[in-house]
């Protein structure tokens, strides 16, 4: 008897540690799947950082190139020398510096990623806001960095009473010129709202247009955008 006893409870155990077992192998691909988008977003804001560490070295070495332009300026006023010479040395350093300036500012207007990126970071920061329970306001503040020009409070109501936000097509660039680009994109929202005095979920699919500009830095940001039903 005591025999079957421990015989039943040993069984008992190995099905309960095999059930753990298959419930834990379960999450893990889930909880990969959100470490990786974590990773991808803080390598992303790191080399954003670089970027920005980049570009002030870059602008320090034009304010140095101008204060020696106008150094070499000044003296030009107190020599006797040959002037003309003096005025093409002027000249040749203006052209230099204005070529100096026209590189960096290309550099910074130029993003070093698609710009369909912004948007899909966008994207994300809106679904975790959806999903994640009492994060909300932290990431509708992160999504309004990708979309400074939108009132933080507006976007917020956009998202305050949604139950899933989905991304049916991912967001693609239709056109890109200098530091403007275009993205579309189409997504599903699904928003639950009070109809007869019960909650009734209301889904809608939009078709978006994102105008987008590079700001200083050489980054990407949402400035407008254009929805359709």
């Known amino acids: ?46 080399r954003v950082k670089l970027k920005e560490v980049e570009l002030e070295e870059r602008e320090k070495k034009i304010v140095m190139l101008e204060n020696g332009i106008t150094r070499d300026t000044s003296s030009t006023k107190k020599q006797t020398t040959d002037t003309s010479k003096m005025t093409k040395k002027d000249s040749v350093k203006a052209n230099d510096k204005k070529q100096t300036k026209k590189e960096i500012q290309s550099e910074i207007t130029k993003k070093f990623e698609n710009p369909s990126t912004t948007v899909k970071d966008y994207y994300e920061y809106i679904k975790r806001g959806i999903t994640e329970t009492g994060n909300f306001d932290a990431n509708m503040k992160k999504a309004n960095k990708y979309f400074p020009s939108r009132s933080g409070e507006k976007l917020k109501s956009s998202y305050r009473n949604a139950k899933s936000f989905t991304i049916l097509e991912e967001p693609k660039v239709l056109s890109q010129k200098d530091d403007n680009a275009t993205v579309v994109a189409k997504v599903q929202q699904v928003n639950v709202v009070k109809k007869d005095g019960t909650d009734t979920e209301v889904t809608k699919t939009y078709t978006v247009t994102y105008n987008l500009k590079a700001n200083k830095d050489g980054q990407w940001v949402i400035v407008s955008n254009v929805v359709k039903e």
């Open 1 to 46: 008897m005591n025999n079957s006893i421990k015989i039943i409870i040993l069984i008992s155990s190995i099905f309960w540690f095999a059930g753990c077992t298959k419930k834990s192998e379960e999450n893990k691909p889930t909880i990969q799947v959100l470490a990786d988008k974590e990773k991808e977003l803080n390598d992303r804001e790191a």
